[in-house]
T-cell receptor, first 115, second 111 residues
Framework: DAGVTQSPTHLIKTRGQQVTLRCSPK?????VSWYQQALGQGPQFIFQ???????QRGNFPDRFSGHQFPNYSSELNVNALLLGDSALYLC??????????????FGDGTRLSIL | RKEVEQDPGPFNVPEGATVDFNCTYS??????FFWYRQDCRKEPKLLMS???SGNEDGRFTAQLNRASQYISLLIRDSKLSDSATYLC????????????FGSGTQLTVLP
């Protein structure tokens, strides 16, 4: 039973560039949430995708966008990268029709460094 | 005010000690509550859900006080392997069941 998988594991970019991060949810899950975790902070919710649409969005600028595919996998795109975008980007999956107290399952994350 | 607040620590305790972490949340509509554990440079992993009646899992006990909007985690007989950052997590209750994380409390258990 495959868990949440993310790629790449590490990425180095320069300011102004664009990046795409990928996530495959846990088998049987249909909902993908993305989080940004800066050093020394807890993860911050970016957005969630369900049925190929953005369902909820956190307090992140439009430079952050995403997509969900029919197989439930998802991409996170960040344009015009800033130094402050350096962080661990986490993907979490869940089942939309699950209980409200079901936990989300996290991938290993992509560590993005902006030079 | 942060939506979920935790004491950042660090807590440095000897093996066998009892440790008590606290957390407060601001949104009274929050529906569900969790403690996650995060090891250095790893992803967060669910430690336990927190129920209104309180719940225990081995050496770990979680408590929820909805009236005070307060959550706690008690670790008894701490082990070296308990060293990690403990994240207090609240489900915001919106349609996305968005999780809001505290900044985490760092625990180091010393031999």
């Amino acid at each position: 039973d495959a868990g949440v998988t993310q790629s790449p594991t590490h990425l180095i970019k320069t300011r102004g560039q664009q990046v795409t991060l990928r996530c495959s949810p846990k088998s049987g899950h249909d909902t993908v949430s993305w989080y940004q975790q800066a050093l020394g902070q807890g993860p911050q919710f970016i957005f969630q995708y369900y049925e190929e649409e953005e369902r909820q969005r956190g307090n992140f600028p439009d430079r952050f966008s995403g997509h969900q595919f029919p197989n439930y996998s998802s991409e996170l795109n960040v344009n015009a990268l800033l130094l402050g975008d350096s962080a661990l980007y986490l993907c979490a999956s869940s089942l939309a029709q699950g209980a409200s107290n079901q936990p989300q399952h996290f991938g290993d994350g992509t560590r993005l460094s902006i030079l | 005010r942060k939506e979920v607040e935790q004491d950042p620590g660090p807590f440095n305790v000897p093996e066998g000690a009892t440790v008590d972490f606290n957390c407060t949340y601001s949104n009274s509509a929050s529906q569900s509550f969790f403690w996650y554990r995060q090891d250095c440079r790893k992803e967060p992993k669910l430690l336990m859900s927190v129920y209104s009646s309180g719940n225990e899992d081995g050496r770990f006990t979680a408590q929820l006080n909805r009236a005070s909007q307060y959550i706690s985690l008690l670790i008894r007989d701490s082990k070296l392997s308990d060293s990690a950052t403990y994240l207090c997590v609240v489900n915001m209750g919106n349609s996305a069941r968005q999780l809001t994380f505290g900044s985490g409390t760092q625990l180091t258990v010393l031999p």
